[in-house]
């Protein structure tokens, strides 16, 4: 039986009031130490933390001038100059994708370049894959507030303004959540969008199959939990998003029919606005785990304070572990640090929120296991 992991909260930076929009995590110098990013609302501000070598976490600045992120992004380059570029998208404030070139110093301001327009305010998440198998990848996008998904492949020129080639993948859904994985055994990648799946014919239409049935407001994950050779689907509900005290999270598995709505495995069904699902080996053992984050409500007392839970990967079972408790967290990514698999967590918190407003929640936060 593997270790089970003892985590440490770190506090690596404190910040002033606003909204932490999301959280992306990579080696956008190339430097082969992690950094991460990010966006804030009121004010509208695009930040990337690195570690210095005395161990700190030094914030820069990169763009002020446009209209809110919201939460979804993809670090990649795209110029291929070796270091990691930005694509996101606004929150409610505009309609917008946009790229930042990374500098040759990346401390200076980014060039912030627009992908394309969208038809509605606001993104809800984004994923960059080559599902079509062409060699190059795609961007989907996910535009809630329009019920849509888009997808536009990541151009040669990526200064080309718009991308294109932009294309529907489905209209009238109001989810969110994005993953990847070969969810059928075809040995292609389908896309996994909240509680459906979604398969690339050769006509290069999209064929949608539910996989979850009666769940809503989702965060995601794929793996092959059990071992047995096929991808199962970890969700989460945000309660909030879906007018719920507490939501669920849940394994699915397929059934001898992948296209029908699968069998679901209730891990939780308690959980407070778990704005946050993350898979890694935690452990070290090999295997897909799971980590599932609370944000919390008001002032963090009420129903419940916020845990951030742990669900090891344990033979056909899944063990549940709290790593901590009273903060909470909203989009918190994995990170790999000298040899260990953390997690970098950000609370969130409307501004406008009557509770009292501690430190706790403008600070950021980094698990490491000891």
Known sequence: MPETPVFQRHTIYEGTPAERMSCIVGDLDNDGVPEFII???NPDELVWFGRTGQGEWEPHLMDDTFPSISVGAAMVDLTGSGKLDLISGTSDRGNFIYWWECPDDPTQRWTRRVVFELPHNRIHDMILADIDGDGRQELYVWNPDEELILTV????DPYVTPW????KIDTGVNEQALDVADVDGDGRLELIAGTSWYRLLENGEWERHVFAEGYGGVR?????????????????EVALDIGQTYGRLAIFRPGADVEKPWEAKILHDRLLDAHTLQVADFDGDGRPDIYVGEMGRGDWTLPHPPQQILFLSRGDRMEQHVIDTGIGTHEAQVIELDGKVGIISKPYRWLQDTAPRPQLVDNLYLYLPE
């Open 153 to 156: 492949p990541v151009p040669d």
């Open 220 to 236: 995601v994950g794929a793996a092959d939990f059990d071992g047995d050779g096929r991808i199962e689907i970890a969700l989460c």
């Open 39 to 41: 966006p804030t609302r």
């Open 164 to 167: 294109p080639g932009v294309r």
